[in-house]
């Protein structure tokens, strides 16, 4: 009889991947709570922390380590219907998890992105708002607000995923992604994503954000005089 492969413990997840996915977490919530209650200026704060995140994770999307690369983890329809079938079962995010992640990374980079050229006309005007013209604002502000709903259903999808791969299929997500290591199959260690490629990830971060608080925008004309009349 052939003997089970043994179980080990391997580093999958890098520490930035680790801090991003927390901190996005953070970010999203901030925007969510505090849109609730008008506190526009930290809801933009939180938008900004959400473009710089999905800015670092885009970059280490390329030069991170081996399973925090799109390249590793986005695959075909051939996988994934391997892995519905339980004949694939990859070592960092399945085909399902990949969609997931994608999702994220698109619907919240649009809408944090959105939310720099928005404006309420009363209490908050991105700070890209100058870069365009009022219609452009007038329809980037009206999806900004609409793709609210669509936030709450990927998380809810999120979570619920998350919970069934737990407490149905016994799958451990939820410690690896604190800890960086998970019981897998014997594999080899994720490799890469050393201090040279977080230091440019945090470089090109920087100068994103740098762009989208609107450094790069001329200064507004100085109010008229007071006359005094």
Do not use: C
């Not at 003997?3 to 977490?25: G, I, N, S, Y």
């Not at 938008?47 to 380590?65: E, K, Y």
């Not at 490629?197 to 994103?208: H, K, M, Q, S």
């Amino acid at each position: 009889m052939m003997k089970p492969e043994a179980v080990a413990r391997e580093k999958v997840w890098d520490l930035p991947l680790r801090l991003f996915h927390w901190l996005l977490v953070i970010a999203v919530a901030g925007a969510l709570i505090t849109i609730q209650f008008g506190w526009m200026t930290w809801h933009g704060r939180f938008g900004l922390a959400v473009v710089g995140l999905i800015t670092f994770r885009l970059v280490w999307g390329v030069i991170g380590s081996t399973h925090a690369r799109f390249w590793n983890f986005v695959t075909g329809p051939h996988k994934l219907r391997a892995y519905l079938r339980g004949d694939y079962h990859p070592v960092g995010h399945n085909p399902l998890g990949a969609l997931s992640v994608l999702a994220m990374l698109l619907v919240l980079g649009f809408q944090a992105g959105s939310g720099l050229f928005a404006t309420d006309d009363i209490a908050y005007s991105g700070p890209l708002r100058a870069a365009v013209d009022s219609t452009t604002s007038a329809w980037l502000t009206g999806w900004h607000m609409r793709m609210e709903w669509v936030i709450y259903g990927l998380i809810a999808l999120h979570i619920g995923a998350v919970l069934f791969h737990v407490l149905v299929r016994r799958e451990a997500l939820i410690r690896p992604m604190v800890t960086g290591y998970k019981p897998v199959k014997p594999a080899e260690p994720a490799r890469g994503g050393g201090w040279i490629a977080f230091l440019i990830a945090l470089a090109i971060t920087t100068l994103v954000l740098w762009i989208a608080n609107g450094a790069l925008l001329p200064e507004p004309p100085p109010p008229p005089p007071d006359l005094g009349w």
